[in-house]
């Protein structure tokens, strides 16, 4: 069966530090790759996605940055964290490229920039 | 893009059915309707997806009209364990591969004894 993992779970980290998330899946091979953001009380924003290992689409303008170093692998990264960059990241999974393929969630990652 | 809009939320009591409708006046053409379950603090998880008349799964239905342009999730007998926030969402295929989905604020759903 397929798995996909996220650390840390949960993150403090101060306005300008650096932040590195990470999302691996398992039992699977060539999956479609999304990293979503959800603030407090709001729903959830496509931030980047990744058909392919090196193959990153931005969807959102800002200091956030993804990277797909090995199949199953998917980064997100910020050289300075913003108050804003505050929220709950999710990575996600899917077999296919239509909107018909499920997409399957991580556990998430809280992250509180202070 | 389909842009989906529904209600902020709902309240309702066990054993009652819940019906959960979504606008999506612009959806495409190859655009699937998907529904999306959320508990606090953790992933969204599949409820149902279709892609016109009406589905049914072990948990819920879905309603879609001829014209595709609403859908209803409809969640029958709902306990105290359905409150969640319920996310309707329309899919679409990337210019650069994959499937966008964008969801929307979501219906949060209370329910009550």
């Known amino acids: 069966s397929q798995t996909i993992h996220q650390w840390p779970a949960t993150l403090v980290q101060p306005v300008g530090s650096p932040l590195s998330l990470e999302c691996t899946v398992e039992g699977t091979s060539n999956p479609n790759l999304y990293w979503y953001r959800q603030a407090a009380g709001r729903g959830l924003q496509l931030l980047f996605y990744s058909v392919g290992i090196g193959q990153i689409s931005s969807e959102v303008p800002q200091n956030l940055s993804a990277s797909r170093p090995q199949d199953r692998q998917f980064i997100l990264s910020s050289k300075k964290l913003l108050l804003s960059d505050s929220g709950f990241y999710l990575c996600?999974?899917?077999?296919?490229?239509?909107?018909?393929?499920?997409?399957?969630f991580g556990p998430g990652t809280r992250l509180t920039v202070t | 893009l389909a842009k989906t809009t529904q209600p902020i939320s709902m309240d309702s009591y066990e054993g009652q059915e819940v019906n959960i409708t979504c606008s999506h006046n612009n959806i495409a053409t190859n655009d699937y309707i998907t529904w999306y379950q959320q508990f606090p603090s953790q992933g969204p998880r599949f409820i149902i997806q279709g892609y016109k008349t009406k589905v049914t799964n072990e948990v819920a239905s879905l309603f879609i009209p001829a014209d595709r342009k609403s859908s209803t999730l409809s969640l029958p007998r709902v306990s105290l364990s359905d409150t969640a926030v319920y996310y309707c969402l329309v899919g679409d295929k990337l210019t650069g591969g994959g499937n966008k989905l964008t969801f929307g604020t979501g219906t949060q759903l209370k329910v009550e004894l």
């Open positions: 996600a999974w899917s077999r296919g490229p239509t909107s018909a393929d499920e997409q399957y």
